[in-house]
């Protein structure tokens, strides 16, 4: 049967290593809602001057206050590219003998939307 249904859980077993693979899934989803959460801000902050600068060929910003806008997209886009890593999958996985508990993990990732909201 599914694994998840409506949001909840269904534990096979009573092994850690099935409690960590679910919980890094979690972990990352939480991850990369914080990078959503900013990157959009970002886009909403640097919406109307854009627009301006698109329609009219001026921000109504100062060059300052234009460089900081591009200073922060481009700083987002860095910390994203730096940190897409952490959304691999874990090398616990690769590393263990007995029974794999990747397939609970990709399984997690999936119902997340993780690969889908990465690109």
Known sequence: GRVIV????????????????????????????????????????????LSSLRTKGESGL?????????????YQRCEVNLQWDILD???LFWELSQDSFEDQYKLCRDYLDLDKRMD
């Open 6 to 49: 409506d949001d909840v859980i269904a534990l096979r077993s009573r092994n850690n290593y099935e409690k960590l693979a679910f919980s890094y899934a979690l972990a990352q989803s939480v991850r990369l809602d914080l990078y959503e959460t900013r990157i959009e801000k970002t886009i909403v902050a640097t919406q109307r001057p």
């Open 62 to 74: 100062t060059s300052t206050q234009l460089s900081q806008h591009m200073g922060e997209l481009f």
């Open 89 to 91: 999958t874990p090398e």
